[in-house]
């Protein structure tokens, strides 16, 4: 990067190379501003990338992010992305032992399989047709509230008439989701099943009186308007290189190894001073976009730290030589980890976890989920190891809170995995070890990430990958009126921190550069 095209003045300069920041920095350089990102690491992309993590082995994992469901269509056609994605044919699977055999829950593969299922797991049509009311309603939600996403926020009561569904509402945003989940349904590991998406990253109980669970309920229901959770075709770096392409291509400087150390604004312009290998720079910007949590954000404006932030979540990512075989033999190996395979996520199982997980113990069976990117989607494996049928798995555990691992992040880290695999091997015919494949030392290819791993990393605040607790997505006082302003006017948060972040969707980015447009149109 040459020196004198730090030195002049950007129309914008972007604080992290990110997802979101690179949303910005395309949108805002396509509309002919001068842009600026400065990306502390040696290349783009955040917790969004694909990485090789296994020494001489030919697998482009998605290491830390791994679906997509948030992110709008209508940014892909706006940027001119090549980024696909690929449905699941299995929604998910969820093993079990029932009267002393192995059997399981199957959704997906059209709705008579479905049918068939529930059957099979409950004795009869009843949870089958709660399931059914159910996320009816929840699509019918989604439908209304994905598109609001890109708009200027919506009142809470301009987005209750949107919705227009008193049971909707009261059940996502007035009543903790434990309500409904009993109210709806019977069976223990059905409502585990639908407590899930409650729980993902997030530390809470599901008659949490926050209702934290219920914001992170609504978002993981409402991506795409439908709800569905899908493969970024070539992991998730083909999506932050085709942004980070897309940026450029449209003029944007995108500055990888200079890392932001302090901004200084008069709510007018503003100087961003980066650190290089080399020393200090300073670059003048008349908006600053923050890619970055709000701690980061207070750390460099000099603003007061906003509450601490506590991930809740074991990253698991393995490279297996053969899919394993099941103890439930109705069911393919290749159907059960195309979905999202759920383990130890009974209704009592999860509400054991988090009341051990709260008193400081690591959880005796700890919750979890896996699914198989390369069934999906087996361009991501070298056409040798594609050949002889490896198979990549991804799990992601549950109530794992950061506080777990202070005292000693390797130990209990190791003892949570050892727990966390004795759960997935309780319900297969093999131990999940026998199927692990080895790098070029010779080890074997499974890399597990704490919360506190994750903070090391990426600089995850406590490991919590939506920066904080997810937010409702409607303006309430503070908010401003794209959910990304901050009591800098021309300071503005576009990652996962904003009103109406977390997860891989680039509406913190889209909504940043819409709020920089307005102003300076």
Known sequence: MAANELTRTFDAVIVGGGHNGLVAAAYLARAGRSVLVLERLDHTGGAAVSTRPFAGVDARLSRYSYLVSLLPRKILRDLGLDFQVRSRTISSYTPVERAGRPTGLLVGGGEQRTREAFARLTGGEREYAAWQRFYGMTTRLAERVFPTLTEPLPGREELRRRIDDETAWRTLF???????????????????????????????????????????????????????????????????DALAAAARSAGAVVATGHEAVRIATDGHTAEVTYRTADGEGVAAARHVLVNASPQELAALTGDPAPEPAEGAQLKVNMLLTRLPRLRDAAVDPREAFAGTFHIA??????????????????????????????????????????????????????????????????????????STLAQLDAHLAEPLTDCLATDADGRPCIEAKTPLDLERDLRLPGGNIFHRALSWPYAQEGTGRWGVETRHPNVLLCGAGAVRGGGVSGVPGHNAAMAVLETTA
Request: hydrophobic share 40%; with cysteine; proline share 6%.
């Open 174 to 240: 007035e009543e903790p989701i434990g309500v409904a989940v009993e109210e709806n349904f019977e069976d223990d590991l059905v409502r585990g099943v639908v407590l899930t998406d409650a729980l993902i990253g997030t530390f809470a109980d599901a008659h949490d009186p926050s209702l934290v669970q219920n914001r992170c309920f609504l978002y993981h229901v409402i991506g795409g308007g439908t709800g569905a959770w899908d493969v970024p075709v070539g992991g998730m770096g083909a999506l932050t």
């Open 345 to 418: 996520e009974g209704y009592r199982q999860l509400a054991t976890a988090h009341a051990q997980a709260a008193a400081g113990e690591l959880p005796t069976a700890p919750p979890s989920e896996i699914y198989c990117h390369s069934l999906t989607d087996p361009t991501i494996l070298g056409p040798d190891l594609a050949e002889r049928g490896y198979q990549t798995l991804t799990l992601f555990g549950l109530h794992a809170p950061a506080r777990l691992f202070d005292r000693d992040n390797d130990a209990a880290r190791e003892e949570l995995l050892k």
